[in-house]
């Protein structure tokens, strides 16, 4: 079962169930945000699969329609950005830690790099047994709610960038609740734009590297993720790809564990306040940068996953200004 957000034809926010077999999106009514179905799930110990079929109306529209007029949503979202936290982890996938491996070797010629002793973390014990806490992954912050740019809309590339790389990636929705507990509501698609030119320069540079747009969706999965997921990631430029490649995610493609990864995040107080929203990136198998891609304004992004529905995508717009912020003394 996947969920679509979107805007109907008068504007107003919808929870729609995809539906592969006729591509149509099947409205729910009772509901303007998934947020409000999961905590309805919640409040009545309900399965959200059951809460989503009693919820089901006779209206469908057309995906494309939908798609071409550009009314998708994130598939999930808080009515305050400040109160959905995006973050994601690093060196969980083997493709990732050779690429990152390969951007940092050149500092330390002939030893092996902290990415690969982080990733060496993992494999040794990022999958713990059932109820154990296993090895601490590497995490970053991306943003709050307002770094998540809707599914075919454009990412805007700061003038102060040097570079603006896709990550492909699968991402755990949560939700919190009022005793602030962690429940998943999902996973979705996900696109974390890094400035890996930036992190290049300096490994250090990785915090800021990362406070870039990203995009989820249009797709939420409900249920449990596949142990391994296959996709691909293209970016075009006009009518031809100029880079693409398969990836591989879930438990089979990773040195962490699902649990593992959650425990992680969620062990921290600060991020179980309740009513909360967190997106959470798992982390990247394969990037156009490690084979020297740029990107030019006017790119296209395309992560796609069957078992996710419809690719997520997004243009590059590159801004040009970059002026100066200068703070007022009171």
Known sequence: ??????????????????????????????????????????????????????????????????????????????????????????????????????????????????????????ILGGKPAPGQIGAQPEWAYKGDGRCVVEPEHPFAMPGFTESFGEEAEIVGVYIIDAGGTPWRVGFALGNDCTDHMLEQRNYLYLAHAKLRACAIGPELLLGELPASVQGEVRIARGDKIIWSSSFASGEDAMCHSVANLEHHLFKYGLFRRPGDIHVHFFGADTISASVGIQVQDGDRFEVEVPLFGRPLRNRLVVMHDQALVQVRAL
Do not use: N, W
């Open 1 to 122: 079962m996947r969920l679509v957000q979107l805007l109907d034809e008068h504007g107003t926010r919808r929870v729609a169930l995809s539906s592969t077999s006729t591509g149509s999106l099947q409205l729910l009514e009772g509901a303007e945000r998934v947020y409000d179905l999961a905590l309805l799930a919640i409040d009545t110990a309900t399965p959200l699969k059951t809460v989503v079929q009693r919820h089901l109306s006779d209206t469908c529209l057309d995906y494309d329609h939908v798609i071409q007029e550009q009314r998708l949503l994130p598939p999930v979202d808080h009515v305050d950005p400040a109160r959905c936290t995006v973050s994601l982890t690093g060196l969980t996938h083997l493709g990732s830690a050779r690429a990152r491996d390969a951007m940092h070797v050149e500092t330390m010629p002939g030893a092996m790099t902290d990415s690969m002793r982080m990733f060496q973390l993992g």
